[in-house]
């Protein structure tokens, strides 16, 4: 399974994350968050606002994904976005597993609580 995350180069479209108030929430489609595994234990993607980079481990079904490192914009529009980006960056740090089911990929925490889940994005590369 965890072959498939990492050799097949994927953009992975953010739909569901759980919020700083622990609320699983939807994603809108004025934000457009997205992750792509690289090669050599790279992680990479946008966070709606800012890029990001970080370094991730991948064992069978467990994905450890190290501190993450973007760039400092500030984006307004929609009013929102920066809590969402905080969120997202946040739940990334946190993972611990993940389930990868066709096009559909979700991220765990350490209690196996879902924390982000993303698709493929079709339209990629």
């Known amino acids: ?3 498939d995350l990492t050799d097949q180069f994927r953009k992975w479209l953010l739909v569901k994350y759980r919020d700083s108030k622990g609320r699983l929430s939807i994603n809108g489609p004025e934000a457009k968050p997205f992750i792509i595994f690289m090669p050599g234990g790279r992680l990479t993607g946008s966070g ?5 980079f970080s ?4 064992s069978d079904c467990t994905v450890k994904i190290g501190l993450i490192g973007s760039t400092r914009m500030y984006c307004h ?3 929102w976005l920066m809590d969402l980006e905080g969120d997202f960056f946040s739940c990334l740090e946190r993972s611990s597993s993940f389930e990868l089911s066709g096009d559909t990929l979700m991220i765990k925490d350490v209690e196996g609580n ?4 993303f ?3 079709e339209n990629w590369p």
């Open 1 to 3: 399974m965890s072959k």
């Open 48 to 52: 709606g606002c800012n890029r990001f």
């Open 55 to 58: 370094s991730y481990e991948i």
């Open 77 to 79: 529009d929609p009013p």
């Open 114 to 117: 879902e924390l982000l889940s």
């Open 119 to 121: 698709v493929k994005d």
